[in-house]
C-alpha cells in the first residue's frame, strides 16, 4: 500500500479532532470572558493563582491517568489562560479610588503614557493628558487633579517634576521612571502631599498587566497612595516594595548592563560583519535565541535605551567594572589556566545555587516551544 | 449575588471543557501514534512542515472566522505536534544503509555519544561502543566497522583521531566535534576512506533532533556519505552544509564569544553579589529570561566550556576584539556622546536588517509564553 493512501485518512481524523478542539476552545473563551464580567463588576483581580494551580493540578493528574503527558495539558491550558488575560485587560476594572479628582498623565502620549491612560480610563478615572503641546494649559489641567502620573523620558523627569505648578494638598505624585533615588528626591521637594515612586518592569508591548512587576518605592504618605497600589494589583501586576537605593542598584545590574552588553555585542556583530542570515542557518534553538535577545534591542528606541544606560553614573562605574571582569577572565584562557577556570566557573555555581538548574530546566522547556513555533 | 455563587457553575463549564479538549488530546496522541508507524515503515521524515503549514493554515482561518483568535489555535497544535516529535523519536527509523558494517561510536559513553549510539540503534544498525575502558579491544572494536563516529572531548579528538588502528577502505569515518578544521583535517590524514565532519549544534538534553541543526563539513568522497546525511534528516534535523573555514569563523561568534561572555557576565553577578532572589522578585520576563540564560551555563560542564572557549586562536582573538569594541562603546556613553551613540545604534540596527523587528516579535511571542508558565 502506497504511504498516502495509508496516511490520508488517519490525518482526516486528526484535521476532525482539530476542529472539534477548536470548538472548544471558542466556548472556553466565552466562559471566560462572562467570568471576567463578574470579576469586573466585584473588583475581583483577574489573575486567580490559587484557582489556576488547584486547576491544573487535578488536569494534570486526570491527563496522567490516562496516559497523556501533564506538561502538555498544562502547557495547552496555561496558553489559553493567558488569552484570557489578554482578553480580560480591555474589560474594564473597579475603581479603587471612585472619589478621586481627575488623573493626570504628563507624558500621556508616549507609550507608556498612553498605557497608563487607558488603564485609568478602563478603571473609571476622568482622566487628562497633559503633552508638550499642551503645556501652556498646564496650570488648568492640573486643576483639582487627585493623581499625576509623570510619565516622560528619563532625562527630563526630575526637569518636569521641577517645573510642576503647585498640585492640590493631597494629590497623589507619582513618576514612572526606571531611575527612582533622583526622581523621588525632586517630586518630595516640589509636592508636600502624597508622593510614591514606580517603575513598571516592562514596555508597553506586553500584551497586559498581568504578572508582570511593578517596582514601588515609598516617598511620602503612603496610605494616601495605597488605593493606587491596590488599583496595579487589580490589574494583574505584581508589585514589589523596595528602598530607591537598593532599586536603582539592582537596575545598574538587571537592566543597564544588559543593555550596554547588548549594544556592544551588536556593535561587534555589525562590523565583524558574518552574515546574519548565514549564522542563523547554524543556529540551532539555544543560539537563535541568543541573537533574537541581542537582534531585538535594535527594532526599539535608541534614546530610550541611551537614556537608561546614561542615566546614573553608578551605572556606568558597574559596566567598568564588568569591563575589568571580562578582561581578567580573557587573561585566564589566554594563558590557559584551566585550573582557575574551573574554580571560577565553580564559584559562580555556588552563587546561583540551585537557580542554575532551575534555569536550565526553564530554558530548556521554553525552547522546546521556541522550537515548536518555527 | 456573592461573586463566588456567580462564578462557580461557569468555572464547573470551563472544567467540563477542558475535559472535553484532554479527551480530545488523548485520541489525537493515539492518531498521531499511528501516523509514525506508518512513516516509520515507509521511511518517511517525521517532520513534514509543508503538511504542517497547510494544517495550521486552514486551522488560523476557521478559528478567525469565528472570533478565535488564529494565534491561540496555532501555538496549541504546534505543542501538540512537538509532543508528537518526543514521542515519535523513540519509534524507530527506516536504515539508510542495511549493508553496512557495524557502527562504532567511539566515545560513546559520553552524553552526546550515547545519544548517537541510541538513534543509530533505533535505525537498525548494529553499533559498539568504544570507550576509555574498551580501548584494549579497540582493534577488535573497530574490525569490519561501516560507521566510526568519533564523539569524544574536544581537546582529545584529533589526538583520539590519530591513535585509530588502519580502518576498512570503505568505512565512513565521521567526528562530532564544535570545531571543525583540524579534525577534519587529523582525519583526511590516518584515513584514506570516506570522511565527513560534523557539529551537532545542540547539546543531548534535547527532546529529539526535530528541528535541531546538525552542520555538515565535506571531507572526502562525498557520495558515501550520503546515507548517513539522509539518515539524519530522518531523525528530523535540518544539515547545514558549509566549508570548515567558515564554520569555525561562525562559531567563534555564533558559540565561543557567547559562552565566554555569558562566563564573564556570572563571575561579574557573583563578585558584585546583589542577591539573586532580589534581582529576581525586581525582573519582568524579559529580565529574567536574561538571567536565565546567564545562570543555566552553571549547571553544565564547566570542562566542556572551557574546552570550546579555548579550542582556536582565531577564537580568542575575536574575544579580544569584542572586549576592545565594549572599552569603545563605553568611552562614547562615558563622554555623554549621544549623537554618536544614535549613529551607531542605527548602523548596527541596519545590518539586522528586518530581523531585528523578526526578533523583537519573536521574542514577544516567546516571552508571553514564559509569562503564561510561571
Known amino acids: 500500500m502506497e504511504p498516502e493512501s495509508e496516511l490520508a485518512p488517519l490525518r482526516e481524523q486528526i ?40 486547576m491544573i493540578g487535578a488536569r494534570r493528574a486526570q491527563a496522567e491517568a490516562r496516559g497523556v503527558p501533564g506538561d502538555l495539558i498544562e502547557d495547552i491550558l496555561r496558553r489559553c489562560m493567558r488569552e484570557a488575560y489578554a482578553h480580560e485587560k480591555n474589560m474594564g476594572f473597579t475603581q479603587q479610588a471612585p472619589d478621586l479628582g481627575p ?112 517596582a514601588c518605592c ?60 548565514d549564522l542563523l542557518a547554524l543556529s540551532s534553538p539555544i543560539y537563535r535565541l541568543e541573537l533574537v535577545m541581542v537582534g531585538r534591542l535594535f527594532a526599539q528606541s535608541p534614546d530610550l535605551y541611551y537614556d537608561i544606560i546614561t542615566a546614573s553614573s553608578a551605572s556606568l562605574e558597574l559596566i567598568e567594572r564588568y569591563h575589568e571582569r571580562f578582561g581578567q577572565a580573557l587573561q585566564l584562557v589566554r594563558r590557559g589556566d584551566r585550573e582557575e577556570f574551573l574554580r571560577e566557573f565553580a564559584t559562580i555555581g555556588e552563587w546561583f545555587g540551585s537557580y542554575a538548574q532551575r534555569f536550565l530546566d526553564e530554558s530548556t522547556s521554553l525552547l522546546a516551544h521556541a522550537d515548536a513555533t518555527r
Open 103 to 214: 488623573a493626570v498623565v504628563v507624558g500621556g502620549a508616549g507609550g507608556m503614557g498612553a498605557m497608563w491612560v487607558r488603564m485609568l480610563g478602563l478603571s473609571g478615572y476622568q482622566v487628562r493628558v497633559l503633552d508638550l503641546p499642551q503645556s501652556h494649559r498646564s496650570a488648568e489641567l492640573l486643576d483639582g487633579a487627585g493623581l499625576v502620573v509623570i510619565a516622560v523620558p528619563i532625562h527630563d523627569t526630575v526637569e518636569v517634576i521641577e517645573a510642576l505648578p503647585p498640585l492640590p494638598q493631597d494629590c497623589l505624585l507619582v513618576d514612572l521612571t526606571s531611575v527612582k533615588t533622583a526622581p523621588l528626591e525632586a517630586m518630595l521637594r516640589v509636592h508636600p502631599g502624597p508622593v510614591l515612586g514606580l517603575h513598571p518592569m516592562f514596555g508597553p508591548d506586553v500584551d497586559s498587566f498581568a504578572k508582570q512587576v511593578v
Open 218 to 277: 515609598a516617598g511620602r504618605d503612603a496610605e494616601a497612595s495605597a488605593w493606587l497600589v491596590e488599583q496595579i494589583r487589580l490589574w494583574g501586576a505584581r508589585v514589589h516594595e523596595v528602598s530607591a537605593e537598593d532599586h536603582d542598584a539592582a537596575m545598574g545590574l538587571i537592566q543597564v548592563l544588559r543593555h550596554f552588553s547588548t549594544f556592544a555585542y551588536g556593535s561587534h556583530l555589525a562590523h565583524e560583519d558574518r552574515g546574519l542570515a
Open 15 to 54: 484535521d476532525d479532532v482539530d476542529q472539534a478542539v477548536l470548538d472548544l476552545l471558542a466556548r472556553r473563551l466565552q466562559l471566560v470572558a462572562q467570568v471576567g464580567e463578574i470579576k469586573g463588576r466585584h473588583g475581583l483581580p483577574i489573575y486567580a493563582p490559587e484557582r489556576e494551580r488547584v
